[in-house]
């Protein structure tokens, strides 16, 4: 039953876009609340800028308690093309790209009556242009807001070689990973 379940799930993934999917249990995922200290350094330029960046998307330590509540989870990864190794615009297109399969992923998780389910994607939330943070505004979307799996404390470099799959898949590449944890109703 897990299996064909499983199965399908990579399957879905993979029809929306993704390069590599795999199903993992949870307790393989390596969290570290070291990520909350990058993220307060700024470096993106969004930090508190965001409904689903920190510090406003939670508690870190309450984050990572939370991954831990669910059994399993759909790591899924593109990989895109770049000019070169400077293709910043390149590298911002294919993140931009990876928003579509994320929140398709909320209809495939609906479809197979799997409620119990947290998305996370490739950093920033994706959904508007400008977030409504940075006005003082509510979140416009909260069904469709996603955090990423860095705000959640989620280490990505070792998700991937937990997942079977590679961080970096060469040069003149860019890489992304989201994943669905869920636990089976
Ligand atoms: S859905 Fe829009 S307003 Fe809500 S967190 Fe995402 S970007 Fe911000």
Redo the contacts with the bound molecule.
């Keep these: 039953m897990e299996n064909k379940l499983f199965e399908r799930l990579i399957e879905e993934v993979k029809n929306l876009g993704a390069y590599k999917a795999n199903v993992i249990a949870v307790n393989k995922i390596s969290l570290d609340r070291a990520f909350r200290n990058m993220c307060e350094t700024n470096a993106c330029g969004v930090y508190g800028k ?3 960046c920190p510090p406003d998307v939670g508690d870190i330590d309450m984050l990572m308690a939370e991954v831990g509540k669910y059994d399993y989870a759909l790591v899924y990864q593109t990989v895109t093309e770049l000019e070169d190794s400077f293709d910043f615009e390149g590298m911002v297109e294919a993140k931009k790209s990876t928003y579509p399969i994320a929140q398709k992923l909320r209809n495939v998780f609906k479809d197979m009556n799997i409620t119990n389910a947290l998305h996370l994607g490739a950093g920033g ?4 242009e400008v ?3 940075r006005t003082g505004e509510p ?4 069904e ?3 955090p990423s799996l860095e705000a959640y404390g989620v280490n990505v470099s070792q998700l991937a070689p937990a997942a079977g799959m590679k961080y970096i898949n060469g040069q003149d590449t860019v890489t992304y990973f989201g994943a669905v944890l869920f636990k089976e109703n």
Excluded: Q
């Excluded at 979140?139 to 909260?142: D, E, G, K, Q, T």
């Design positions: 965001c409904w689903m939330c994706g959904v508007c977030c409504s943070k979140c416009r979307f909260p469709l807001a996603m």
